[in-house]
């Protein structure tokens, strides 16, 4: 079992700046690549980045590349979102995810973890 625990949220104006955490604990943490999604209320959750198990590889959803960075610390079990320039359209709950393996996907049904979520709130 890996346990996930996400930190970090909270409301930010818009064009401002945030980062999430999410610690893992419980299994070798670099064995997993890592992966965050979001939802926001009432739409389906969507994924938004992912960082392989050594952190050379990381993808993202169109709509955050050039705002968003996925970062991880093997030695401290930690993966990193920072978030820039956010919009209000970035208001989510976000959440990260473990896929035993070396690549990050964009499937949900990829990753064996789920944490329990963090909310982000971007006031216009």
């Known amino acids: 079992q890996v346990q996930l625990v996400e930190s970090g949220g909270g409301l930010v104006q818009a064009g401002g700046s945030l980062r999430v955490f999410c610690e893992a604990s419980g299994r070798t943490f670099s064995n997993y690549a890592m992966g965050w999604f979001r939802q926001a209320a009432g739409k389906e959750r969507e994924f938004v980045a992912a960082?392989?198990?050594?952190?050379?590889?990381?993808s993202y959803r169109d709509s955050v590349k050039g705002r968003f960075t996925i970062s991880r610390d093997n030695a401290q079990n930690t993966v990193f979102l920072r978030m820039n320039s956010l919009k209000p359209e970035d208001t989510a709950v976000y959440y990260c995810?473990?896929?035993?393996?070396?690549?990050?996907?964009?499937?949900?049904?990829?990753?064996?973890?789920w944490g329990q979520g963090t909310q982000v709130t971007v006031s216009s």
């Open positions: 960082i392989s198990r050594n952190g050379g590889i990381t």
């Open positions: 995810a473990a896929r035993y393996g070396a690549v990050g996907r964009i499937y949900e049904y990829e990753y064996d973890y």
